[in-house]
């Protein structure tokens, strides 16, 4: 489906209808349940334009997080986030981002820190996609970045594919925790618990996605500590080189959020990242679930 992001809504299937809002990527999805029972065949068109279009919006919906965590469950098993207080009492799937703190949860909040990245890169198996769900969203800033890493790759001339084809980057919390702590004075130490749970795991630096074949550039600047066979001052200068190609203009979608809006995106294909709001002002509550690896993928298989 080759839409013009200029596009008015075109059908997808019956009473679902999309339209593309960035260049390459990105589509508004109306017509899709989600607090419903949605249907097979609604899933099946559903998974289908996450895997062409990468990102999807669903905007202004009214969902339970208990919906949010049952329709997010029929595309895979879900992580649950390894800070437990910033997830739901009553529903540990949904992992709060925000500046709310209510009912024993504190939404995770960072400010500084942001960063593109794909979620769970540091994940032995990362996770496929992720759902974004606006509970209360700031009238202005807070918008969500996506960045078209199949596009970007895509438009790389073959010389660099050539030269980063087959490298393997190393991911680990542990330098995402040391990238943040200038963020976070105040922040406990990486603890050797935690070293232990989270060893550090290298990825694909060229990531093929399982389901459309398509490749896109795998990078997580605050997560990756070096790329394999090289010294980590040249493993930052070709993470920052291909950055600066991916973040371009022409392959960023940038959401503003209205309260309700679902953002369903596909860690496999696209990078992320949030942007400033004014936490002395405004209120920002969102839940996020996320789907294990391997699931979507098998799913469609
Ligand atoms: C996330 C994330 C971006 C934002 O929750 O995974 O990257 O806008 N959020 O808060
Ligand atoms: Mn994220």
Redesign the pocket.
Known sequence: MQLPHTADAIQAAPGITVRQVAPSFAAEVAGVPIHGDVGEAQLDTLVDLLHRFRVLIVPEIAVTPGDLVAFSRRLGPLEIHSNIENTLRDHREV?C??NVQRDGMKA?FSTGV?QW?A?SSFREVPSDV?L?YGEIVPPEG????FADATAAYDALDDATKARIDGLRAVHSLETLHEWSLPFNPGRAPFSAEKRAMWPPISQDLVRTHPVTGAKSLYLCPSVISHIEGMDRAASQVLIAELMAHTDAPRFVYSHAWRRGDLVIWDNRAVL????LFDASRYQ?L?Y?T?VEGNSVGARAA
């Open positions: 992992f981002v925000g995770s942001e990245h979620d992720s974004f807070a918008q969500t970045m992320h990242t949030a942007s920002r969102m996020r996320t």
